[in-house]
């Protein structure tokens, strides 16, 4: 089966740019998360989508951030304009709802390295 | 608020020993999840094992093994006989219970770096 496809898995580009990170859930997945990891604060939980809707956006960091699900296929992280602090490693993670059974585990992509210059 | 404590920054071993990585956590609710991932260092994240907190049996899953215990809030992961490919960093992380309307959210450890040498 198909696990969470993320794109790309590397990314270099300079500051001020537009960077688009993208992600494939799980089919049948009814939650969407977008991580952030760096060395320093670890993993950070940066929005969180339920049936394509955000619920929870509270750890993205600035409004350079923004994050979209157009359908239950497809989600995109966006930074705009990028800066050098951002690069770290972005993961895409899915789960099942709550009616399919509670604590469902997230199930996470490669992640997307993310260098900006 | 939750929090995910695992002390142990990075252990070394030799291959066949066993190995005990901690987890203690903190939370106020009653019902809640935890979880173990597991990060080689190709990158991915990858889930191992999930428990809720109503089940304190102890699991064992071929040279994996988790102890449990809430009098402690302790979830400790045991490698038998490690191994080579062993090698990576693991996460405890913690989940509130859907039903308390803390939502979906994970807290991880800041994660324990496992070598296993030969």
């Known amino acids: 089966d198909a696990g969470v496809i993320q794109s790309p898995r590397h990314e270099v580009t300079e500051m001020g740019q537009e960077v688009t990170l993208r992600c494939k859930p799980i089919?049948?997945?009814?939650?969407l998360f977008w991580y952030r990891q760096t060395m320093m604060r670890g993993l950070e939980l940066l929005i969180y989508f339920n049936n394509n809707v955000p619920i929870d956006d509270s750890g993205m960091p600035e409004d350079r951030f923004s994050a979209k699900m157009p359908n239950a296929s497809f989600s995109t992280l966006k930074i705009q304009p990028s800066e050098p602090r951002d690069s770290a490693v972005y993961f895409c993670a899915s789960s099942f709802s709550p009616g399919q059974g509670r604590g469902q585990p997230q199930h996470f992509g490669d992640g997307t390295r993310l260098s900006i210059l | 608020a939750q929090k995910v404590t695992q002390a142990q920054t990075e252990i070394s071993v030799v291959e066949k020993e066993d190995v005990t990585l901690d987890c203690v956590y903190e939370?106020?609710?009653?019902?809640?999840?935890l979880f173990w991932y597991k990060q080689p260092p190709s990158g991915e994240l990858v889930f191992l094992i999930r428990?809720?907190?109503?089940?304190?049996q102890n699991e064992i899953s071929g040279r994996y093994s988790w102890n449990f215990q809430k009098s402690t809030s302790s979830f400790n992961f045991t490698i038998t006989a490690s191994q080579v490919v062993d090698s990576a960093v693991y996460f405890c992380?913690?989940?509130?219970?859907?039903?308390?309307?803390?939502?979906?959210?994970?807290?991880f450890g800041t994660g324990t770096q496992l070598k296993v040498e030969l």
């Open positions: 089919s049948g997945h009814d939650y």
């Open positions: 428990r809720n907190s109503f089940d304190e």
């Open positions: 992380a913690l989940s509130e219970a859907w039903l308390t309307g803390g939502g979906n959210k994970l807290t």
């Open positions: 939370t106020r609710d009653t019902t809640y999840y």
